[in-house]
């Protein structure tokens, strides 16, 4: 990160730092109104704007440029940025992804409930409470190892290298980088589930469900 962006109380931006990571959004300021979030990847911005719009500004192969994908960023929901690259989940709960296309999204999900990223990967939380993975496997773009465990998951959490689900049973499943964190096994005892009936409540869904819509 080379370049702040803040949010005004009247849904403007502000920008600062380094100019060809973001800090300049001069070519972009008139689109920038409404806005209700920002978020970043290294060397580039996208803003959420109340109409579900996005507004992208920085260098473009690190997603300062949608221009190619606009027509696909229609009532978005939330952006998550990794190193280089954007993902959106947008409001039928598939994603949209651009930046680096070695780490775009192809297809994979079905009905996104939440977006988390490493710096090289990304894990969408599915509404069926399945996990789907892309990018980097060092970064934990290669769920594989884990993936029968990745079922009833409640939320996903990250930092740079590696993955954690939380599931419904209080237990917790980790990938990615083992010396980042995604080996968990040290910590087996204290990540052990709950005892007795777990409930589970996960992120509100976006649609109910995807994969029934006609």
């Given at each position: 990160?080379?370049?702040?962006?803040?949010?005004?109380?009247?849904?403007?931006?502000?920008?600062?730092?380094?100019?060809?990571?973001?800090?300049?959004?001069?070519?972009?300021?008139?689109?920038?109104?409404?806005?209700?979030?920002?978020?970043?990847?290294?060397?580039?911005?996208?803003?959420?704007?109340?109409?579900?719009?996005?507004?992208?500004?920085?260098?473009?192969?690190?997603?300062?440029?949608?221009?190619?994908?606009?027509?696909?960023?229609?009532?978005?929901?939330?952006?998550?940025?990794?190193?280089?690259?954007?993902?959106?989940?947008?409001g039928d709960g598939s994603i949209v992804a651009w930046g680096d296309r070695?780490?775009?999204?192809?297809?994979?999900?079905?009905?996104?409930?939440?977006?988390?990223?490493?710096?090289?990967?990304?894990?969408?939380?599915?509404?069926?409470?399945?996990?789907?993975?892309?990018?980097?496997?060092?970064?934990?773009?290669?769920?594989?190892?884990?993936?029968?465990?990745?079922?009833?998951?409640?939320?996903?959490?990250?930092?740079?290298?590696?993955?954690?689900?939380?599931?419904?049973?209080?237990?917790?499943?980790?990938?990615?980088?083992?010396?980042?964190?995604?080996?968990?096994?040290?910590?087996?005892?204290?990540?052990?589930?709950?005892?007795?009936?777990?409930?589970c409540s996960r992120p509100g869904l976006l649609c109910q469900p995807c994969?029934?819509?006609?």
């Amino acid at each position: 990160m080379h370049a702040f962006a803040a949010i005004r109380k009247d849904g403007t931006v502000v920008t600062w730092g380094r100019v060809d990571a973001g800090g300049d959004s001069s070519a972009v300021q008139t689109q920038l109104t409404g806005v209700r979030e920002i978020a970043s990847t290294g060397y580039a911005f996208a803003a959420i704007r109340d109409d579900g719009s996005v507004v992208t500004w920085g260098r473009s192969e690190h997603g300062g440029d949608s221009h190619k994908i606009q027509e696909h960023l229609v009532n978005v929901k939330h952006v998550q940025g990794s190193v280089s690259t954007f993902a959106a989940i947008v409001g039928d709960g598939s994603i949209v992804a651009w930046g680096d296309r070695r780490f775009e999204m192809k297809g994979l999900t079905r009905c996104a409930v939440q977006l988390s990223a490493s710096i090289g990967a990304f894990a969408a939380l599915e509404a069926d409470g399945t996990v789907v993975t892309w990018g980097s496997a060092m970064h934990g773009g290669d769920s594989s190892t884990v993936r029968q465990l990745l079922k009833n998951v409640k939320s996903i959490a990250s930092n740079g290298f590696a993955f954690a689900a939380l599931r419904c049973d209080g237990s917790v499943v980790t990938w990615g980088d083992p010396e980042g964190g995604g080996d968990s096994n040290d910590m087996e005892v204290q990540l052990r589930p709950c005892a007795g009936n777990c409930t589970c409540s996960r992120p509100g869904l976006l649609c109910q469900p995807c994969w029934d819509q006609t």
